[in-house]
């Protein structure tokens, strides 16, 4: 089947590599792209070899950018690797994967093989934790830690934020609106903003649902982990997720504030956590 650029138009999809390009470059961290069978993969990596392994999975509508206002903290205790997502706004392949197969699973293992990893610390936020989810649940034996912050695939989304998203690609005016509720208060600065919005106008959201894991794909998580969500999230009820989660997996650590799907000061929450369970 062939597929199609997830960009609205070429010229668009320079705007957003440039901008976000532009952003990394203020950034002292080492670019880099491997070759895998779903196409390229842009990553940024920091922190010392010899540290224990972090990958980092952005949500949908984003990249690598997300993770700049933590990726330092982290590489001061670990080496941390932010991985661009193949058809979304980053450096890499714009081709969308199949949400029906296991090809994110599969492109994230071959990442990590190509990475020359063995075990590693898996954080994954939104559409990246419902990524990060289920290649734990397929391979634990290739995971140290599972942190996830408000991510898909533990309860259905909520109904009327999935008819918010089908309108996107419409309305930017729509547009706006999603991106006012998911964003709450939290204030964000200026230039995060402004690419936010040439995100919106220039790239085709995800739509489909992503799948739930089943009871049993969840008890197959067995290393630690570590889910952190507010329960003013637009995107899914929280609350419910956290229950379920309580429920499958007794070793799970459950950080529940009142706060909204972006979650912000990630490396404060995550750091002192693995530091308790390392």
Not at 73 to 80: M, T
Not at 94 to 101: P, Y
Not at 135 to 148: C, I, T
Not at 204 to 214: K, R, V, Y
Request: with cysteine; glycine share 6%; aromatic share 6%.
């Amino acid at each position: 089947m062939k597929r199609s650029s997830v960009f609205k138009s070429e010229k668009g999809k320079e705007k957003i590599r440039e901008y976000y390009n532009n952003i990394l470059n203020n950034f002292p961290l080492l670019q880099r792209n491997i070759e895998t069978s779903y196409g390229k993969t842009f990553i940024l990596e920091s922190g010392n070899e010899g540290k224990e392994n972090m990958l980092l999975i952005h949500g949908s509508c984003s990249n690598s950018s997300a993770w700049l206002g933590d990726i330092m903290a982290l590489s001061e205790h670990y080496h941390v690797f932010a991985v661009d997502i193949p058809g979304e706004p980053g450096n890499s392949e714009d081709i969308r994967l199949n949400v029906d197969s296991n090809e994110y699973t599969e492109w994230l293992k071959e990442v990590i093989e190509l990475l020359g990893l063995d075990k590693v610390i898996l954080v994954g936020n939104s559409m990246g934790g419902w990524i990060a989810l289920n290649f734990a649940a397929e391979y634990p034996e290739r995971m140290k830690v599972l942190v996830l912050m408000a991510p898909s695939g533990i309860v259905p989304p909520k109904e009327n934020f999935i008819d918010q998203v089908e309108l996107i690609e419409k309305s930017t005016e729509a547009a706006d609106i999603v991106s006012a509720e998911v964003l709450g208060d939290v204030a964000l600065p200026k230039e995060v903003m402004e690419f936010m919005m040439l995100v919106m106008k220039n790239f085709n959201p995800i739509t489909a649902s992503l799948s739930i894991l089943s009871d049993a794909q969840m008890k197959a998580l067995t290393m630690p982990v570590l889910y952190i969500a507010g329960t003013n999230d637009v995107t899914m009820d929280s609350v419910k997720a956290s229950e379920r989660l309580g429920e499958l997996l007794p070793q799970v650590t459950l950080k529940i504030d009142e706060g909204v799907h972006v979650i912000t000061s990630v490396s404060e929450i995550v750091i002192p956590f693995l530091k308790g369970k390392m």
